[in-house]
Structures are given as C-alpha cells and as structure tokens.
C-alpha cells in the first residue's frame, strides 16, 4: 500500500491481473503515518477541528461525520491507498483509530481498484448504509386507494379479480376476438384526474397517457403519506424513478396521423411518466423511466437505493404504475397458453394453472436511514440491500434462469450482511405458472433454505393471488405489500394455495395461507422481494423492521402549532374533509393519537383546493370542535381561512409608531413563548444602559407608559421580542417599514443598525419627546384632494402623519386641531383627538433636533439585508443611510406609510404583518393596499401564546410556508381528489357529433383564419376580456366559465406553445403585437386584457411592451397565411418562426 500524495490518484502501481489477490507484507509506519495525516486532514475539513487537534479515538460522527461524509471519505481512502475499500469502512470503523488499523489491516486481502473487479465477496459487496422508507402511496384494483385500504384488503384476503370494465376496449377494438379473456385486476377509474391541482389544461390532460395521471396522484399521496410538503422538493436532489412498460395509450393518441395533437408525443412517451413528476415536483436529482417489464419497478427501486446510497439523491421517489387499455396483450399470452383461465394468479399452489393480469400504481418515498432519523420521519421499514442481474443466454429468451435467480440471492444476501437461513419471509414473484414458481423456489430453497432449521421455515407469498400479476408494477407493489407488513408487525395470507401447494414436501419452505406474526428466526423481522422480468432482468430487495431508539415524548399539554386542513373548491368538499376528521377524532383508532401528530401531519401534506384553513387548539376536543364549525361552515374564533396564494414571497414587517402600546403587553407572552421571553431577558441588558430601566421590571409591573421616556423605549424593546417570535415560528420578512418610532426597530430588524445603537436613537428621541409641550395632533378621515382646502380653512394644521389615501394624523395648535374635529365630526366623518402632550412631526419640534443631531453624531447605520420602504424619504425606495440626519428627519418630516405601503404593494408584495402590540396600521394598510393581506401581532388584552398563534394561523392559511410543528406522522384520513374525466376519444367524439370531424368543438366558432364568424360574435360579448377568455378556453380545453377576467393564469396550465396560439389569436383579431413574455408574465386575464385595451386604436395610453403593428413590422413579417383545417384538440396551426425555442 502507497498513500496517493497531492493531486495523485488511483494506485500507484498497476496491478497485472490476479496480483490483487496475492497477500501483501506488513504496512510500512511512513504509509501508517500518511494515512492518519491524510484522515485527520479530511475529519478537519468538515468537523473545523485544527488538523493536529482531530481526536482519533472519538468516534467520527461525534465529530460531525455525515453518511456522505462517509461514502466520500471512503471512496477518496481508495483513491489514496489503492485499494478497493467498501462504501460501508466507517460503519465498521467508527474512529480514526479503527479506520488506520482496518484500512492497513485490509493491505494484504482489498483487491487494487485497477483491473477487472473481482467477484462480489461479504466483504466486498456491503453497499452502504440502510434506506428508510418513510412513505407508500397505491392505486389498486378491488377499489384499494391508498396504503391503509391495502392492508385492510390483504388481512382480509380479498380477491380483486373481475371482468373487464365494459367500455375499456372500446377504443381498441369494437369486436374484441373470441379469445380475448374477459378477467383480470381492474381499477375502477382510469379516466378520472384531477387536473386543476397540477396545473393541467383539460387539452394537455386529455392526450396525457393516465399512466401519468395516475402516478401524479398516487406519488402526491405518497409524500402526504410521508407528510413531506411537495413543495419542499422544489430544486432539491431528489431522485426519480418509474417503472412502466405499456405504451398503449400513446398508441391511440398517435394512431391517426392527421388528427395528432402537438402535446400527444409528450403525453404518450414512457419516458415522460418520470420527467413530468420531476417536472411538476421541480425536483433535480436524476429521473429515468424503467422498462424491464415485470421487474421494472424493483429495478427502479434499486436505481434508487444506489443513487441515495452514493449521494447522487437524497430522497428518492419510486413507482411503478400498469395500465391494461388494449386487448392485444391479453390476446397473444392466452394464445401462447401462459393465462389462467379464470384470470387468478394462483401462487405455489397445486393447481397454478397461469397469470391473471392487472394493473395498478405504488409508490414509496425514500431516505437514507440516517437522514430519516436525523429528521424525525416515520420509518416504515429499512431496505438493507438490493441486487440485479440477468439470466443471460437461458433456455429460451423469456425462460427463467435457475442459476441467475440463485446468483441473484446469493448477491443481495451478502450485501445485506445477513444469514440467508434467519430470513423469515420472501415476498415472491409467483406469478403461478406450471414452470416459473417451481424455479423460484428451488433457487429460495438452495439459497434462502440451506442449513436452515425445519422448524424455521421460509415463509412465502405472493400479492399477484389478490390483484393479479401488475407487470411493471408487480415488484413496487410487493414491496409496499412487505413495507405493511413489517410495519403492522404481520405476515397477510397469500390467497389460492388452501387446496395444496408444489411446497409440501419441502419443508424448509411454507406459503402462508393465514395471517401470523413475523417469527424472527434472527431476532430481528426480515424480509425479501423478487421481481423477475419476462426478458431475463431479475430483482431482489432485503428488507426489514425498523426499531427506533428512544422516541421523543408527545408535545406537554398547551396550545400546539396551528393544523392545514385542506378546503376543497366548493364548500361541500372541504367541509367533508374537515367533518371526516372529527368523526375520526372520536373513534378509538385515534385515541393515542396526540393533537400535536395531528398537526404535523397535515402540515406536511398540501390541500387539495385553492383555500386552506389553520385551526388552533389545545387538545382533542378543542380540534374536533373547530374542524366541526369548518365543516359547518360556521364562524370559529380558532378557525382561519384564507386564500393559499396570498403571502406571494413572504410578509412585509411594519413597525408601528408610538401609540399601540398598553398597561400589561407582552406578560402571558413571557410565561407561554420561549423566544418572546429569551429575546427579551436578552434586549434587557442592550437597552439599560441607554433608557436606565430594566426592560423585563418595566413590562412585569406595566408601570410608567404614560411617561414617554419610558413607553418608547419599551414599546421598541417589545416590537424586537415580536420579531423574534414570528422568526422562532418559521416567518421572515422580505422586506420592512417602520412608522415613526418604528423605524427604529425597522432598520435593526434589517440588519441596518445594530441593538445597542438603536436603543441609543429611541432613548434619546423619547428623553427630547417627553418635554415636548403644546399642540395637538388628531386622527381624520380625509382624502389627498381635500388637503389644501382644510389646510386654508383651518391655518396651522398640517399633516403629520399620511397613513393612507384616506387617513391622516394632522397637528397644530390645540384650538386649529380641536375646529376640524369637529368640523368632520359635524358632517358624520371620523375624527378622533389622539391624547398626546405635544404635537410632533410639526415646526413644535425643530427646537429639539440640534441636540438629537450632536447626541446621535457618531450613529453610522450599515447597508440593510433586505429593503427597506422609509416612511421619511420622498421616494420609499430611496437608500437609507441611518445616521443622525436620517433620525432627524424621522423626527421632523411627515409620516408617508402610505407611500410605503404603496411601493412595496407595487413591487409585488401582497402580505403585510404589523409588529406592535396592539394593531393600530393594518386599516391604513388595506385602504393603501386593497386586496393585500394585513395581519396584526397581538391585541390589547390578548397576548396569549393562543391568540399570537391566531394571526400565525392566519399568515399560514393564506400560505405562508412554515416549519413543520413537532410531533410525529400518523395515519389521517385523506381528502379526496376532484376529478373530471379526460379522454381522448371524447373529444374526437365531441367534434364529430358537432359535424366538425377535423375541428375540436370548442374552436368550432373560429374560421379558417381564427376569425369568429360575424353571425357567432353578434350572439356573443365582443368585449376584450370576453375574446381573450375566448380564446384561451379554446387553446386550454377549459370550459368557457373557468376563464374569467379574475382567473390568474397560473392557474390555467399554461406551456409556452399554447401562449404563442393564444397570442397569435389576438393578434390577428385586434391587430396588435403582444410579446409572449408579457402573456406569460401577467398576473390575471384581466390584466392582459386591460394592456390590449390600451394598446387598440384610439386609446389614450399605449403600454411600452404592446404596440399595433407599424408599417416596417409589417412589412417585415407579412400577414400570417391561412392555417390548414385543424386536427382535433388543436387550435389553428401556427407557422414555424412561432414555435417557441425548446421546442424547434
């Protein structure tokens, strides 16, 4: 062995073949010396211990030690020593100590990385740390929709098998042939989908394989099963990968070539079923689509353990999905006499007489064993190991291969590190032909059964005796099948074998005809799963139970975080939703079930609906009575609602000025809240020195808020502690505002200025403040155009604060302010004195600013981390430098929050949270902001850890993006998917009953040219809004009353090649040019609508991005050409210089 040094790689000398296997002397002390400089400096870079201080006798993952920490490690200790050392070295060597002695005890026996690798060994073949599965999700047939369905339907043995759907051939063939069996595992709805939740045009749907469908709903109910948020995923590492091999609807959709549509490739390739998951997930870690047929999916399942294994992926998303649309199949396996006459797989039974086919869909979510529990995930079993090989040149191409299969074990046994006779049950692939199950068995009884105890027999089964052989889907669908199993602690029958099996005489093996408990021949429940494909690619994976160290204890009792209960689009659908689960409440199944579990898990899950609701509660009683008044519909003081799309990027903090503060805020908080009291026992020893009072006496006692230097001071040490409480709940501002005195905790929350110089700038404002004497101020409701007549009407007021367009705070002399109170008050107005000693942000206090000046000459702010919308520059947007002059100003000038709020509703910003202890701007806010969202903090008499977590829940029901509470995954009832069929062949049929055989119907308005008829539009609104959702319900397949002016077009689905017709449409109808940018990037139809309006003839304004054509436009690109008549569910075709760029 040679230490690699710098830049060197790979061994040092090439090995000739068969040296590696020739012992080698002693390791030499320099080599040894090298190799513990070479761990220390790798321990160094990731733990940031000094190099000569790395502990070797401590063990590494005390020292920061990550699982890919190890797989690098150990893949760069091969690279260095020339040796080919396992993934798994430091989870059998857990120090430094242990990796030196086992790497230079390994010298004289580890193969060089050069050459031909040699045959996996035990030693060898370890394949890193166990894969947790922390989720399933499965559409199966018998009605089974989702994981708690299927184990019911296992225990209880029930045999899906039944006829055909009548209409499921009909668009293959209209006479199927004599021979076309008529049985098999049928799902009950293949047609069905839920478009609007993915973002899915009812066109793109319609072409769109449901194999695809399927696999988006199913995988989105393995991550709620996981009750890890979708949304969580997005541009993450996670892997994934599908098995599927049934390429017939893609086969119906291309059939015609006339009447393709352009989204049918996409909707019919194989591959797609994996790029559109990652697509619509926005994952990126690898995604492949698997075909080996019928292990397919346990060939993906292995793809995903080996990308997770070497970092490749931290989570890894597996399905396999089968779909049986055509008889042709079904056709040709009865002629070669492989199917079972009554369509029933009948696994080592006696009487197996061949496959039933069927199909359906599973998923599993999966993790390295050390992230899930690093994460709190609920671990439903462990994957040990897995292997794939091939039968090779066998007794015909689609014969099984004695031999491969025995290889096959022999690999994933080994890998798996376990005893091959202590393991206690192997989930089959016994599909039930005379030939193949009594292969698999000999290579389960030469393998799996030698030197094994009769009385610990290998117990076996098959899921294809319930649902029939699932092909691509088979293997996924057993191991989830064994997943449950593990996890309920029990072994389901395996259905058909109770008249004898080709096992009897062999007792090292039994198929477990009844329910019984795992044996734990090893003392530990293990298991296996087999996939072998009609083309010769074999699947095995190890499995087995989880047995978690010591669980955290449930949540104390108290108010738990706030609970995302799904609202579907009509009332009727989330309230049955919410009503099924506080019925389920109140059965005993949820009796252990803490609140908190509760919480986490529908936190983890994403609605189904464009509306979600938070629900805070102290227990279960308190839930089961707010999910009641959700599903009632009924005001709750704990229930909030809101629009899921609301908080767009995140809220904007605005700190109120003097005024909200009140005689006990913040006491319940410092009882209830961790962060409220840690932040504020820490603000009390940064503004002591410059306010002399003690911060936590001040708001225990609530003495002295009516002596200003005393309430700012600790108004503006409570807004800190609030700020610190949303950020200990998951919530960050994207941007901030202060009002007056509130800039100041503004400008530190931004990272602008420092604690101890803030609290220097409040002390010193209030001190000059408190001997401020004379004039009044006032709040009125007045609008900006009447300003000048009030201010001539009445000289010396003037505006002190401008809180919105109808809002002001106004200021002079006591008897000036007291006249237009009430004057407004006369003319039934609001009006109200504000009880303040002297009148600020007026001419009253110039006389205090030199010395506010020379007090604060030394104050230099820095560069905010976020932006700051300053209520005292004339441009909110300006940069604020917080210096002495910038506190000037705040004193001096007037209060424009309206024109902050204004700016950053401008920029896009939708949410707004006032931090004070009493809301006093969230009016003034709405009024500036119409449609945004304006939440307060807490109220006057109600600073509870409930009533914060109120307006928490209120944040979180109009989408905000928080934390996942404490408390662990449980099993909840699911919502229910809103689906509408979509199929292919519906739309043609459409069209054709219309009398328009190459036109979809919902176009059959438009000419050849796009153009409606004149008859058509004189019927019809011609408004702009109307022909905009004209035309994009035409192009999307949405009915007419999806598309409204309000629609945002996020909603609608929208690729880039649907934009261009839509675009072109309207620009052949109103003779514009509209960029596609501009189409893709608005908010609301109506906004679109509203630029076209400008941009017509005769409008006033003419928005800069869309213009009508000029004559050197026009010239350049000469009228479009008449289209040819359209193919079905195809709008106008379009010219290639307007398909957009990915595409050409």
């Not at 009812?202 to 109910?221: F, H």
């Amino acid at each position: 062995m040679r230490i690699a040094g710098e830049g060197e790689g790979g061994p040092r000398h090439p090995v000739a073949p068969g040296e590696g296997a020739r012992p080698r002397g002693p390791v030499d002390p320099g080599e040894e010396r090298a190799l513990r400089r070479l761990i220390a400096e790798k321990v160094a870079a990731w733990s940031g211990i000094a190099v000569r201080d790395v502990p070797m006798d401590l063990p590494l993952a005390d020292l920061g030690m990550s699982s890919r920490d190890a797989v690098v490690l150990a893949g760069e200790l091969s690279r260095a020593t020339g040796l080919d050392l396992p993934a798994t070295l430091l989870w059998e060597a857990s120090t430094g100590d242990a990796l030196v002695a086992r790497v230079c005890g390994a010298a004289a026996d580890i193969a060089p990385v050069a050459g031909a690798a040699p045959p996996p060994t035990a030693a060898s073949s370890q394949h890193g740390e166990p894969i947790a599965v922390v989720g399933v999700g499965c559409r199966l047939p018998g009605g089974v929709h989702g994981p708690d369905e299927y184990w019911r339907s296992l225990c209880e043995g029930v045999d899906a098998i039944g006829r055909v759907p009548a209409d499921r051939w009909r668009d293959f063939t209209p006479y199927p042939p004599a021979d076309a069996l008529p049985y098999g595992g049928y799902l009950d709805d293949i047609a069905g989908f839920d478009a609007d939740f993915f973002h899915i045009t009812p066109r793109e749907a319609a072409v769109m394989d449901p194999q695809q469908r399927i696999l988006l709903e199913v995988v989105q109910e393995t991550l709620d099963h996981a009750a890890v948020p979708a949304a969580s995923l997005a541009g993450t590492s996670t892997g994934v990968f599908v098995g599927v091999s049934a390429p017939e609807y893609g086969q119906l959709t291309g059939a015609a070539p006339e009447a393709v549509d352009p989204w049918a490739p996409a909707g019919g390739a194989l591959s797609v079923a994996a790029g559109r998951l990652a697509y619509v997930l926005d994952t990126r870690g690898p995604s492949m689509a698997v075909d080996t047929a019928c292990s397919s999916s346990l060939v993906a399942v292995h793809h995903a353990c080996v990308s997770l294994r070497t970092g490749e992926s931290d989570r890894a998303i597996v399905a396999g999905v089968n779909l049986l649309l055509s008889p042709t199949v079904t056709v040709a396996f009865r002629r070669a006499g492989a199917l079972a006459p009554d369509g029933r797989c009948k696994p080592f039974s006696a009487t197996a007489d061949g496959i039933g086919r069927g199909e359906g869909c599973a998923a599993v979510l999966l993790k390295r064993l050390s992230d899930a529990e690093r994460d709190g995930d609920r671990v439903l079993a462990v994957i040990r190991a897995t292997a794939v090989n091939s039968d090779g040149r066998s007794n015909g191409l689609l014969a099984p291969n004695p031999a491969a299969q025995q290889a096959l074990l022999d690999s994933a046994y080994q890998r798996a590190g376990l005893s091959p006779a202590h393991i206690d049950h192997v989930e089959a692939h016994g599909t039930g032909t005379p030939l193949g199950d009594p292969i698999e068995a000999g290579a389960l009884g030469a393998v799996l059964g030698a030197g094994r105890d009769p009385d610990q027999p290998l117990l076996l089964g098959s899921v294809k005796g319930n649902l029939g052989h699932l092909e691509s889907a088979a293997g996924i669908a057993g191991l989830v099948k064994t997943v449950l199993a593990l996890h309920h602690d029990l072994i389901p029958p395996s259905l058909h074998c109770a008249e004898g099996s080709l096992l009897d005489g062999d007792v090292r093996l039994r198929v477990v005809t009844e329910a019984e408990p795992w044996p734990r021949y090893g003392g530990t429940a293990t298991a296996g799963v087999s996939g072998f494909g009609f083309g010769g690619t074999n699947a095995h994976a190890v499995l087995e139970e989880w047995r978690p160290g010591a669980l955290l204890p449930p949540p104390a009792g108290g108010v738990t975080d706030t609970c995302d209960v799904g609202v579907g689009q009509e009332v009727e659908a989330g309230g049955g939703f919410a009503g099924r689960l506080a019925d389920w409440l109140g059965t005993p199944a949820a009796g252990a079930t803490h609140p908190a579990d509760v919480a986490r898990t529908l936190a983890g899950r994403t609605g189904r609906g464009p509306v979600r609701a938070a629900i805070v509660a102290g227990d279960r009683a308190e839930l089961a009575d707010g999910l009641r008044a959700l599903a009632a519909g009924r005001p709750h003081a704990r229930v909030l609602t809101g629009d899921r799309d609301l908080v767009g990027r995140g809220p904007v903090w605005v700190f109120s000025g003097y005024g909200s503060q009140w005689a006990g805020m913040g006491r319940r908080l410092l009882e209830e809240e961790p962060a409220f009291a840690s932040a504020v026992e820490k603000l009390d020893a940064q503004l002591a020195p410059e306010c002399g009072f003690s911060l936590c006496d001040q708001l225990a006692s609530g003495d002295g808020l009516d002596r200003l230097e005393i309430s700012q001071p600790v108004l503006f040490g409570v807004q800190l502690a609030l700020a610190e409480l949303w950020r200990a709940h998951g919530v960050e501002p994207v941007a901030v505002i202060g009002h007056s005195l509130g800039e100041v905790a503004a400008a530190v929350c931004a990272g602008a200025l420092e604690v101890s110089d803030a609290a220097r700038v409040v002390a010193v404002r209030a001190r000059l403040l408190s001997g401020l004497r004379g004039g009044a101020m006032a709040v009125v409701d007045v609008d900006d155009g009447e300003l000048g007549a009030l201010e001539r009407d009445f000289p010396g007021v003037q505006v002190a604060v401008h809180s919105s367009p109808r809002q002001k705070v106004v200021t002079g002399e006591e008897a000036a302010v007291a006249g237009l109170v009430r004057r407004l008050e006369a003319e039934g107005r609001a009006a109200r004195a504000m009880r303040v000693a002297g009148a600020g942000h007026s001419p009253q206090v110039e006389p205090l600013l030199a010395e506010l000046a020379d007090s604060l000459a030394d104050i230099r702010g820095g560069r905010p981390r976020i932006p700051v919308y300053s209520t005292v520059l004339d441009d909110p947007r300006g940069d604020c430098v917080f210096d002495a002059a910038h506190w000037v100003a705040n004193l001096r000038r007037p209060v424009r929050l309206d024109r902050a709020v204004a700016a950053a509703a401008d920029d896009g910003h939708t949410a707004f949270v006032e931090l004070s202890p009493h809301p006093v701007l969230t009016r003034a806010i709405a009024d500036t902001a119409p449609g945004a969202l304006a939440v307060g903090t807490l109220h006057r008499g109600a600073d509870t850890s409930a009533d914060f977590l109120t307006r928490l829940g209120t944040l979180h029901a109009a989408g905000s993006r928080l934390p996942l509470p404490p408390g662990r995954v449980t099993d909840l009832p699911v919502p229910r998917w809103r689906h509408v069929r979509h199929w292919w062949t519906d739309k043609r049929a459409e069209a054709s009953a219309a009398g328009l055989p190459r036109a979809w119907s919902a176009g059959a308005r438009a000419g050849a040219d796009g153009h409606t008829s004149e008859q058509g539009r004189a019927a019809e609104d011609t408004s702009v809004s109307a022909r905009l959702c004209h035309h994009i319900a035409a192009v999307t397949g949405h009915p007419p009353t999806r598309v409204t002016s309000t629609t945002a077009f996020a909603e609608l689905g929208l690729d880039s090649l649907m934009a261009v017709r839509i675009r072109t449409a309207l620009e052949r109808e109103f003779a514009i040019e509209l960029p596609l940018r501009d189409l893709l990037g608005a908010t609301t139809v109506g906004d679109t609508a509203t630029r076209i309006q400008q941009a017509l003839p005769g409008s006033t304004t003419e928005p800069e991005a869309i213009r009508r054509p000029s004559k050197k436009s026009t010239s350049e690109n000469p009228p479009l050409p008449p289209p040819p008549p359209p193919p079905p569910l195809s709008y106008p075709h379009l010219p290639a210089h307007d398909t957009p760029d990915h595409l050409v």
